[in-house]
């Protein structure tokens, strides 16, 4: 994709940011509101023209203001993710997670599944291999909140995937490096035809301990990635370096 200039990123950031929260195009007028910009509504109206023409945004109506494409929230992921963090309510209420984990690891999977999905207000899912045991939770009661669920299609995608995790749990390490937490946006999930979801995930493999898993949020493509990403990488981190 092309380099944006400083003005540009800020811009589709503030357009980015502004249709997590709002679930509606936005204008130029919109975006001066805010007050992020001390530039004429014309110039921001050029700006976003050019962020169109360079494939980081679309316009659904002629009339309507933008929306951020694929491409635009790839490009969001990989430049913000690692200034993310938890937030230090959320620090606080985790604080004791560790000792969870290494006291009763299926009743700390139960909590990181609820924490997940509560946080990042998406469906939440771990998949583990603990010895013989095959565990698989979910929780997928926060995306009701979400219009794009009110879709057949997307709830439709929404399901395949989780079936496909479940069937597939021994391919998530090959999908996500172990270690390392991923964003699959639309069509980067190669589960099934997916054009419409987001998937944030980590996936673990301790062999002295023997156990393996991943832990996941899924949600529509607008997520709040600010909130998920940081909630995945927590959580991975525990899980991948207790073994006791």
């Given at each position: 994709m092309r380099p944006l200039s400083s003005r540009q990123q800020d811009i589709l950031d503030a357009i980015i940011e502004q249709y997590i929260g709002n679930v509606v195009p936005i204008s130029s007028e919109f975006?001066?509101?805010?007050?992020?910009f001390n530039v004429s509504s014309a110039t921001l109206r050029a700006e976003m023209a050019a962020l169109e023409r360079f494939g980081y945004l679309v316009q659904?109506?002629?009339?309507?203001?933008?929306?951020?494409?694929d491409e635009a929230y790839r490009a969001f992921v990989e430049r913000q993710a690692k200034g993310w963090s938890l937030s230090d309510k959320i620090k606080e209420k985790l604080s004791g997670f560790a000792n969870m984990w290494r006291r009763d690891k299926v009743?700390?999977?139960?909590?990181?599944?609820?924490?997940?999905?509560?946080?990042?207000?998406?469906?939440s899912i771990v998949g583990m291999m603990l010895g013989d045991q095959a565990i698989f939770l979910q929780r997928l009661?926060?995306?009701r909140a979400q219009p794009e669920f009110h879709s057949y299609e997307v709830a439709s995608e929404m399901l395949g995937v989780i079936d496909a995790l479940q069937k597939r749990r021994a391919?998530?390490?090959?999908?996500?490096?172990?270690g390392i937490t991923r964003a699959f946006i639309g069509r980067d999930i190669r589960?099934?035809?997916?054009?419409?979801?987001?998937?944030?995930?980590?996936?673990?493999?301790?062999?002295?301990?023997?156990?393996s898993g991943f832990i996941a949020t899924i949600g529509p493509i607008r997520m709040h990635y600010e909130k998920a990403f940081p909630a995945i990488?927590?959580?991975?981190?525990?899980f991948s370096t207790f073994d006791e």
């Open positions: 975006l001066q509101k805010v007050g992020r659904p109506h002629t009339s309507a203001g933008r929306i951020p494409t009743q700390a999977l139960e909590r990181a599944v609820d924490e997940t999905a509560a946080y990042s207000h998406g469906a009661s926060n995306l391919d998530v390490s090959d999908m996500a490096e172990p589960m099934g035809r997916v054009n419409s979801l987001s998937m944030i995930v980590r996936s673990w493999r301790n062999r002295p301990a023997g156990y990488d927590f959580f991975g981190d525990i």
